[in-house]
């Protein structure tokens, strides 16, 4: 069934009601004017970010081939973790509260001994739980003068999660040689990933 509302322009709106519903739903205005957003799937409002969620790298990490641990979620005063807890993180293994199309920015700030020509961080996602990982992307640097530098290298994956029990993300290093780690911070972030749902899968 469709209620349509018109306008004076001949325009108009139209609110669907499920056929074959096997109860009564109440739509409730309050009593002062305002608008009525659209909301969409997972809670969030049509056409807006509904998720979003922040990590930031609090201890040196320096394994090379290892999956990167240490996160922490941004809570100085004025600062925020983000919007709703929908990804949550232990030893390293990101996982996502609900399904969509999720946009993942990581940021490393390397710090890179000399001599180093090549390292970097895969974002790597799993389909089965973490009993295959595959790399969607990567942050690379590297340095081939004489004396440790500091460099910053971001990488951009776009994901399809449509499975919240097994679909999960990891970073992890790739080509350290001894004396390279990733540089953390408490209170700034130096190393972070920043996850975005930005729709429906």
Same mark, same amino acid.
């Given at each position: ?14 609110? %669907?009601?499920? %056929? ?42 320096? !394994? %090379? ?25 232990? !030893? ?14 990581? !940021? ?82 130096? !190393? ?10």
């Amino acid at each position: 069934m469709t209620l349509r509302l018109n306008n004076d322009n001949g325009n108009s709106a139209s609110i %669907d009601y499920v %056929d074959g519903a096997t109860s009564n739903v109440d739509i409730e205005f309050p009593e002062t004017s305002g608008t009525v957003a659209m909301v969409g799937a997972a809670g969030g409002l049509a056409g807006n970010i509904s998720r979003a969620n922040i990590f930031r790298l609090e201890t040196t990490f320096s !394994t %090379d081939g290892g999956t990167i641990t240490g996160w922490g979620v941004p809570n100085e005063t004025g600062e925020s973790g983000g919007i709703g807890a929908s990804v949550t993180q232990a !030893t390293g293994v990101f996982s996502f509260g609900v399904t969509g199309i999720w946009l993942v920015a990581m !940021t490393a700030r390397f710090i890179v001994v000399n001599g180093d020509t090549s390292c970097g961080v895969f974002s790597e996602q799993t389909n089965n739980a973490g009993t295959d990982w595959f790399a969607r992307s990567t942050a690379q640097t590297g340095n081939s003068g004489t004396a440790d530098i500091n460099a910053d290298a971001t990488s951009i994956a776009l994901l399809n999660i449509t499975d919240t029990a097994n679909q999960q993300l990891r970073f992890r290093t790739n080509s350290f040689s001894s004396g390279t780690s990733l540089s953390a911070n408490t209170t700034l972030n130096h !190393t972070a990933a920043l996850f975005l749902r930005l729709g429906d899968t």
